[in-house]
């Protein structure tokens, strides 16, 4: 009996053993596959790795994997136009630093990208012809594997959006992991915004008392501004500035082929892009309106009345054949147009 119970065990062992160490194997094989990466990804600034070729892409996203991947395939230096991969580019770095302040971080998920001109054959093999395209390759071994056979993930800018609050999210709902990303100060809107209130002030404390001592009493001039505030403010919100806000309309959207898509098809949807455009055409409808009935009689030059008819004619039905245009991608069966 005893003779038994260790030649079972022999046996057991033998099985049981190759297993084990090629287990093990891989896992080391996958654990030091990493630690080159990690330097990488210290000595870059977003902690992000810029990847060289479809080679170094495949051997980050190779299997054996104990670690999760976020390849960003972009076209931002690739010498193609494409606007949205500029603009998805800092929020995607934004995301990437922010897991510097995850304890581990660097050993369960690693961030990258690499650019069209340097791996086609990446954008070949996955049948892609658009950019940017955004993949998470979940971890194949170790504690949180899903096996060998675990497919990438694609986000959804459509569905998901650009903000790097969206990509965080949707990452630390692959990851298992909080991403603590905070939303870079947005310095454009600050700068845009102190220099509306210093153009503002100026025009209160220095323009406005000159006007008003020497054309406008100072009730008529404050009545002007009043009157200018206004008006774009209608004009704004005549285009869909306040069904933007309600709705949380995304500014854009990428078409086929990846171009970006200013115009929403249907005239029950629409894009913050679309608005800020129809604004400038009815504020530039409403000017040339203005203009033709009543600063172009004003003129006493006969040639001067002339070409101010001629020119602010055109204005007028160029900016009207744009928007009818306008209409006709929103709706192809729009039944007017003018020379667009």
Partial sequence: ??????????ILALIVSPALAARKSGSDGASSKLAGFIARTKASPNNLIQL????????????????????LLTAVDSGVPCQPCLNFQP????????????????????FSQIEFKDGREIFQQ?????????????????EHGLGPNAEPVQYDFNRLGFEGGD???ELSKQIG??????????????????????????LLIVVLPRLSSSHFNASGAFGVLIQVATLS???????????????????MMMGQGGKPEYFASGFQNQYGAETQIVAIIYGLLAFATVS????????????????????????????????????????PSYPFRLFL
């Fill in 177 to 202: 992991v909080d991403v603590p990303y905070r939303a870079p100060f947005p310095w454009k809107f600050a700068l845009t915004a102190t220099l509306v209130a210093v153009s503002l002030t100026t």
């Fill in 91 to 110: 929020n995607y770095e934004a995301v990437a630093r922010s897991w510097r302040k995850v304890k581990g971080g660097e050993k369960r998920h690693v």
């Fill in 233 to 251: 403010t209608i004009t704004v919100m005549c285009a869909g500035h306040m069904w933007n806000g309600i709705r949380g309309a995304p500014y």
């Fill in 292 to 331: 033709l009935t009543i600063l172009v009689p004003k003129q006493r030059d006969p040639v001067r009345q002339r070409a101010g008819v001629y020119v602010w004619s055109a204005i007028l039905l160029g900016t009207f054949s744009l928007l009818f245009y306008v209409f006709r991608i929103k709706n």
């Fill in 1 to 10: 009996m005893r003779s038994f119970v260790i030649l079972f065990c022999a």
């Fill in 52 to 71: 060289k070729d479809a080679q170094d892409f495949a051997s980050l996203t190779g299997v054996p994997r104990d670690y999760s991947v976020s390849a």
């Fill in 167 to 169: 990509v965080a999210a």
């Fill in 126 to 142: 996955l049948g892609l012809s658009y950019a940017p395209v955004l993949l998470y390759f979940p971890p194949t071994t170790g």
